[in-house]
T-cell receptor
Framework: LAKTTQPISMDSYEGQEVNITCSHNNIATNDYITWYQQFPSQGPRFIIQGYKTKVTNEVASLFIPADRKSSTLSLPRVSLSDTAVYYCLVGASIYNQGGKLIFGQGTELSVKP | ETGVTQSPTHLIKTRGQQVTLRCSSQSGHNTVSWYQQALGQGPQFIFQYYREEENGRGNFPPRFSGLQFPNYSSELNVNALELDDSALYLC??????????????FGPGTRLTVL
């Protein structure tokens, strides 16, 4: 299972775009990249998932370069409510891995007014 | 559509006791996974149940055990509690289809404190 490396913390201000980069040098051909968001004392919440190039939904965008050794979660115009821990996960079929999601320490994003 | 629910919300036990945590999966989901999250750390996978059978286990001792019921709800049992078992216990449900990674939907968690 590919190991991921993210910054431990980031600061931003309301209205700014925030980009969180995750490094996964050992990503395998079948691996997908998934991001979760977690608020204190709550369960993680799925944000976005992708395999290559760019994926966008109503919450965020995910940019994956051609070599797939890194990925960038982009949060447009953050607000105070985006203050949370963001986890980057890499893995293939979760079912074939026995259901295991491997979380790192995540990136603690702090949005200031 | 009802999301994942867990009970109780908080629990205080003493060392050596046993505890049972409960989880109701999201409607339509047949798979439940359990995670332990210590303060300041990411969630750690304990095990997963798929159609009432254990379908994968993380690096946790046998005193962590589980069950899944025909309605796909689940229990996590921990025997001989230790101080290090103090953590947020998360349940996640999902419905695997095909080979692409499927989304796991997490409940709010149960905060266990062992004194």
């Amino acid at each position: 299972l590919a190991k991921t490396t993210q910054p431990i913390s980031m600061d931003s201000y309301e209205g700014q775009e925030v980009n969180i980069t995750c490094s996964h040098n050992n990503i395998a051909t079948n691996d997908y990249i998934t991001w979760y968001q977690q608020f204190p004392s709550q369960g993680p919440r799925f944000i976005i998932q992708g395999y290559k190039t760019k994926v966008t939904n109503e919450v965020a965008s995910l940019f994956i370069p051609a070599d797939r050794k890194s990925s960038t979660l982009s949060l447009p115009r953050v607000s105070l409510s985006d203050t949370a821990v963001y986890y980057c996960l890499v893995g293939a079929s979760i079912y074939n891995q026995g259901g295991k999601l491997i979380f790192g320490q995540g990136t603690e994003l702090s949005v200031k007014p | 559509e009802t999301g994942v629910t867990q009970s109780p919300t908080h629990l205080i036990k003493t060392r050596g006791q046993q505890v049972t945590l409960r989880c109701s999966s999201q409607s339509g989901h047949n798979t439940v996974s359990w995670y332990q999250q210590a303060l300041g750390q990411g969630p750690q996978f304990i095990f997963q149940y798929y159609r009432e059978e254990e379908n994968g286990r993380g690096n946790f001792p046998p005193r962590f055990s589980g069950l899944q019921f025909p309605n796909y709800s689940s229990e996590l049992n921990v025997n001989a509690l230790e101080l290090d078992d103090s953590a947020l216990y998360l349940c996640a449900s999902s419905s695997p289809t095909g080979f692409r990674p499927y989304t796991q939907y997490f409940g709010p968690g149960t905060r266990l404190t062992v004194l």
